[in-house]
């Protein structure tokens, strides 16, 4: 069982990026996946988290208005969508399938996929 994230690269200040993360299995249908970044010499925060069943979803603060999860049941994929890019998004995102929608559980994690935003 495992998450692939991919989709990071270097984009521009006020870009976009789409990451996607695959689960290689339905394993996951009960669990919140959940997006999480780590830029260097900070703490791992979460980011944005969707359910697969019934697709709520929970944002931080800081990415309210520009991100956007969603998931993908036929292809058991999750993309984060992102938006007006700004400097402090640069980190590693990485995904993970936790019990909760706050992710406060995770029980499996993905790779990270690196996010660089030039300015």
């Known amino acids: 069982v495992q998450l692939q994230a991919s989709g990071g690269g270097l984009v521009q200040a006020g870009g976009s990026l789409r990451l996607s993360c695959a689960a290689s299995?339905?394993?996951?249908?009960?669990?919140?996946m959940t997006w999480f970044r780590q830029a260097p010499g900070k703490e791992r925060e979460f980011v944005a988290a969707i359910r697969w069943s019934g697709g709520s979803t929970l944002y931080a603060d800081s990415v309210k208005g520009r991100f956007t999860i969603s998931r993908d049941n036929a292809k058991n994929t999750v993309h984060l969508q992102m938006n007006s890019l700004k400097a402090e998004d640069a980190a590693v995102y990485y995904c993970?399938?936790?019990?909760?929608?706050?992710?406060?559980?995770?029980?499996?994690w993905g790779q990270g996929t690196k996010v660089t935003v030039s300015s």
């Open positions: 299995a339905r394993t996951f249908s009960s669990y919140a």
């Open positions: 993970a399938a936790a019990r909760e929608l706050t992710g406060t559980t995770v029980e499996y």
